[in-house]
T-cell receptor, first 112, second 115 residues
Framework: AQKVTQAQTEISVVEKEDVTLDCVYE???????LFWYKQPPSGELVFLIR??????QNEISGRYSWNFQKSTSSFNFTITASQVVDSAVYFC?????????FGTGTSLTVIP | DTGVSQDPRHKITKRGQNVTFRCDPI?????LYWYRQTLGQGPEFLTYFQNEAQLEKSRLLSDRFSAERPKGSFSTLEIQRTEQGDSAMYLCASSLLVGTTDTQYFGPGTRLTVL
């Protein structure tokens, strides 16, 4: 079975705090891809990152960083020094073959 | 603007009517996906095309739903005899398959309300 779990439904942080969004996935396949997307209030999903199952190297892009751990089937996303513009729903997704499976999303609110 | 576009952005219809949505992908992208998203949920895969061929359909896609991509460019999603349960955001995404994988870029969606 393929499944993506984002256990945090809603998170609120005060501006400049760090926040980590959790993503746990399930698959028996050895080849897969993991993604994070941002969905701001305007509604359009914005691609953030893609990782393949053979590359466990963590990645940093500005204030964003991602921690991929196959041992725990997790692909967590950290925003450092959060800003109000980070307020959005964030989706983690798993790609197996040609199918994408999205989690239910984490709604992040950054309070000024 | 070179992103994915969808038309219309909003559609209100009465139960039993047919509706058709259009998606224009990023021009060089060979794959096109349709998803449905309801409130508080992530996108659910409906179907996808590689060029003009429809390669996979979800079980969510009932007989009332049909999608086409006749020339491998834009795509249409038609829902016949709409039901209230069809009310959702319909998302289109396109991608360029390179090697064995692709990254999807999403359009703004068409919000369907069935009264």
């Amino acid at each position: 079975a393929q499944k993506v779990t984002q256990a945090q439904t809603e998170i609120s942080v005060v501006e400049k705090e760090d926040v980590t969004l959790d993503c746990v996935y399930e698959t028996r396949d050895t080849t897969y891809y993991l993604f994070w997307y941002k969905q701001p209030p305007s509604g359009e999903l914005v691609f953030l990152i893609r990782r393949n199952s053979f590359d466990e190297q963590n990645e940093i892009s500005g204030r964003y960083s991602w921690n991929f751990q196959k041992s725990t089937s997790s692909f967590n996303f950290t925003i450092t020094a959060s800003q109000v513009v980070d307020s959005a729903v964030y989706f983690c997704a798993l790609k197996i073959g040609n199918q994408f499976y999205f989690g239910t999303g984490t709604s992040l609110t950054v309070i000024p | 603007d070179t992103g994915v576009s969808q038309d219309p952005r909003h559609k209100i219809t009465k139960r039993g009517q047919n509706v058709t949505f259009r998606c224009d992908p990023i021009s060089e992208h060979n794959r096109l996906y349709w998803y449905r998203q309801t409130l508080g949920q992530g996108p659910e895969f409906l179907t996808y095309f590689q060029n003009e061929a429809q390669l996979e359909k979800s079980r969510l896609l009932s007989d009332r739903f049909s999608a086409e991509r006749p020339k491998g460019s834009f795509s249409t999603l038609e829902i016949q005899r709409t039901e209230q349960g069809d009310s959702a955001m319909y998302l289109c995404a396109s991608s360029l398959l390179v090697g064995t994988t692709d990254t999807q870029y999403f359009g703004p969606g068409t919000r369907l309300t069935v009264l």
